[in-house]
C-alpha cells in the first residue's frame, strides 16, 4: 500500500478512534490526525511482524489494524499529556 493510501487510511482511522474514544485530547483535532496517521502505520508495521499478513489493499481487515493502531497511540498520548499538566 502506498504512502498515500496510509494518510488516508490513517485519516479515516483516526476519526473512528475518536468516535470509540471520546473526550477531549490535548491538541486537538490536528494532533488527533497526526494520531491516525501514525497509528495506522504503527499498527499496520506490528500487524506485518506478529504474521498478521503484510497490509496490501485497502480493506476491512487493515482498516480494523488502523483503528486499533491509532487507538493504542490515542491512549498513550492522553496518558503521557494527562500526566504533564
Not at 474514544?21 to 490536528?30: A, F, H, L, N, V
Amino acid at each position: 500500500m502506498g504512502i498515500l493510501s496510509w494518510i488516508v487510511l490513517g485519516l479515516i482511522a483516526g476519526a473512528l478512534a475518536k468516535l470509540i474514544m471520546p473526550g477531549k485530547d490535548p491538541g486537538g483535532c490536528i494532533v488527533t490526525m497526526i494520531i491516525g496517521i501514525v497509528g495506522a502505520v504503527l499498527g499496520g508495521f506490528l500487524a506485518t511482524q506478529l504474521g498478521y499478513g503484510t497490509v496490501e489493499g485497502f480493506d476491512l481487515r487493515s482498516l480494523v489494524i488502523a483503528v486499533v493502531g491509532s487507538l493504542i497511540l490515542l491512549l498513550i498520548y492522553r496518558v503521557v499529556k494527562g500526566k504533564q499538566t
